[in-house]
Structure formats: C-alpha cells, structure tokens
C-alpha cells in the first residue's frame, strides 16, 4: 500500500511547515509595525529627555538615521531569524512527518493482517516513544495471538480428523453392509462422538479461562477440604484403573479465597491425567502444604513420567510427548491448559515436575494463602 510522503501535498509534514511559516510571518509582521511605530516615538522621547529639543534640524538628522539604522538591522534580523526558523522548522517537520508516515505505514500493513509490522522509535518526544512503544507491543499481541489461532486450527483440524474418519468409515461400512449396528459399531460410534464433544466443551473451557471472561465465586476454603474433595471424587476411576489414591495434608495446611467449583475442576484434570499415565497397580498422592505466603496442592504420581524436554511444553493445548499426553489415552489435550488458565485466574501458578520416564510426575498448584490473595474477576 502506497503512503504519501513526509512532506507531500496534503501531509502533515506539509501542514507543520505551513503552519510554522504562517507563524513566521505573523511574528514578522508584527516585530515590524511595533518596531516602526513604537521606535522612533521612544526614542525621540529619550532626545527630548536629554535636554536637545531645541535643535531641530540635529534631531530630526539623529531620529532619521535611527529610524534607517533601525529598519536595515531589523530586516536583516528578520530575514537571518526567518531562515534559522525556516531551516529548523524544515528539519523538525521532516522528522516528524517521517515518524507518523511509518506509524501509518506500519497501521496500514496491521490492518493487512502483517502482523509483524513495527515502527522505530523517532525520539523526538516521549509522547512520540510512547506511541510508537505502544503501537510495537499491540503488534506484537496481534502477531502472537496470530501463530495461536494458526496452531489452534491446526491442531484443532488434526484433533477432527480421527473421530470424523473413523465416524465416516463406520457409516459408510454400514450403508454398504459391510458392517452390521452391532453392539462393538455401536460402542465405537459412541466412543467417537463423546470424543468429539469432549473437545468441543475443553475448547470452549480453556478459551473462556484464557480470555479472562470467567465468572469467580469466592469463598475462603481450606486445603485440606479441596485434597479431600479431589481424592473422593477420583476414587471410582482409580479403583477401575487399579490405581491407589492417598491423601497427605499437613496440619494447618492453610485456606485459600477460590472459587470451589473451579479448583475441583482443576485438581479433578491433574487426578484424571494421573490415573491415565499410571499403570495397574501405581499410586497416586494428593498433597497440600504451607509454605510462606502460599499454599502448595500437589498430585504426585508413579507413573509414565516425563521427559525433561517436554516439561515447559505440556500446558500448551494439545501438546503431546510419547511419555506424557498420548493419544492413546483418549484425552482432549486441553486439560493441562485449562488447569493453566484456572489457577492462573486466581492469581496463582501451576508447575510440573519429573525426574524422568518411567519414574513418575508432580503437578503443583501453588496459590495465595487468603491474607495475600488478590483475584481478578
């Protein structure tokens, strides 16, 4: 997209330095006439006072000279000023022209959907820095949250393509006769659509945790009720798993200011994603404990583990690592992030730990204790 320049007809460049030379000239004018009516006035009063009226062909040599001294040096004055002024005023509207061309420039390629756009600071102005800081961090938003929605339909297409295959495939078989509404089609079919609605309610989750648009219910709970609540909850998937589940809270494990529903949302995720990643006959650990301003809830596991390569990446949604989030094990790949966007709502972080495959892993949830919670609705 073409943008006019600096200096164009109709740029703001142009504008400034007319402006600038209309002031010049009104300042001209102005130094002028006051100079040619107050001068020779004031300074015949200076005669006058110096007791020298009585020569009048003296006084009117000496006030005709001032005056032709006066006017040669005021113009010069003038001139040499206006040119300074012209000069400067030249340079500054050059410098400011070219700084809001490129910030149009730069606006016009956002507006294009080039993200990467930036402009340099102009440094002719806090003002200007300010703006041109500003503008480089919105694109940088923009361009960021552009590779996510890039991904997230990548991912997103490829978190379809099983189910809708596999949905498509069956359908087919069954118009053609090659398969019968038996009870396996049917288990099948089912498994495959609860599939597919169980992305589409974890997309929807972790978009709203993300966006900030979730609706907080707060209520001071203590640790030890949350731990308690979470191991309950998960003891029939366990027991099917034949997994154990334990509980280990410390005395005043301290109370936290959340909303109940949403830790239980939270804590349920990491027990789920344990007893997926834990072999028959593994152990899983809910903990919590104090520790200075915060309290720490902790889902320990003996399972799968994970490598340490993959441990910064596995709350990113549908993240996957052959030890950690495989496919195999029917998750959405959006749990951990919903986690993530959860505990993060309630001003607190979540981290995870493992020494390694094979030796297991430790999810910590590490929020405010209630005299320091400060939570944004």
């Given at each position: 997209m073409r943008t006019r320049d600096a200096v164009g007809p109709g740029s703001i460049g142009r504008r400034l330095l007319v402006s600038i030379v209309l002031v010049l000239v009104a300042a001209?004018?102005?130094?002028?006439?006051?100079?040619?009516?107050?001068?020779?006035?004031?300074f015949h009063e200076h005669l006058v006072r110096a007791n020298i009226a009585d020569h009048e062909l003296a006084d009117l040599h000496v006030e005709e000279a001032f005056q032709s001294a006066s006017t040669i040096a005021l113009g010069l004055a003038m001139v040499v000023a206006g040119v300074t002024a012209l000069t400067v005023s030249v340079v500054l509207t050059r410098r400011v022209g070219k700084s809001v061309s490129q910030m149009s420039r730069a606006a016009a390629q956002v507006g294009a959907g080039q993200f990467h756009a930036r402009v340099p600071l102009p440094g002719i102005g806090v003002e200007f820095?300010?703006?041109?800081?500003?503008f480089n961090t919105m694109a940088a938003h923009l361009e960021a949250d552009e590779r996510l929605r890039e991904r997230l339909l990548t991912d997103v297409a490829h978190e379809l393509r099983t189910p809708a295959a596999t949905l498509t495939a069956y359908v087919e078989a069954i118009e053609d006769g090659v398969r019968v509404m038996d009870t396996e089609t049917i288990a099948v079919l089912n498994d495959q659509a609860q599939r597919l609605t169980r992305l589409a309610r974890d997309l929807a989750a972790v978009t709203r945790a993300e966006s900030g648009e979730l609706d907080l219910h707060l209520a001071e709970v203590p640790a030890a009720e949350l731990i308690d609540a979470a191991a309950l909850a998960a003891r029939e998937r366990a027991d099917a798993a034949e997994v154990t589940v334990t509980t280990q809270v410390i005395p005043d494990a301290g109370v936290v200011r959340v909303d109940r529903v949403r830790l239980a949302q939270v804590l349920d995720n990491l027990v789920v994603n344990a007893i997926r990643h834990t072999p028959a006959?593994?152990?899983?650990?809910?903990?919590?404990?104090?520790?200075?301003?915060?309290?720490?809830l902790t889902v320990t596991d003996t399972g799968e583990g994970i490598d340490a390569e993959h441990l910064p990446h596995v709350f990113e949604r549908f993240y996957r690592a052959d030890s950690a989030r495989d496919r195999r094990h029917g998750g959405s790949g959006v749990g951990l992030a919903i986690c993530r966007a959860l505990v993060q709502a309630h001003g607190g972080t979540v981290q995870a730990a493992s020494d390694g495959p094979g030796r297991g892993a430790r999810f910590t949830v590490r929020l405010p204790a209630t005299k320091d919670v400060t939570t944004r609705l």
């Open positions: 001209a004018t102005t130094a002028w006439v006051v100079a040619t009516v107050v001068g020779p006035a004031l820095d300010q703006l041109a800081h500003s006959g593994g152990s899983i650990t809910l903990a919590a404990r104090r520790d200075a301003g915060s309290v720490e």
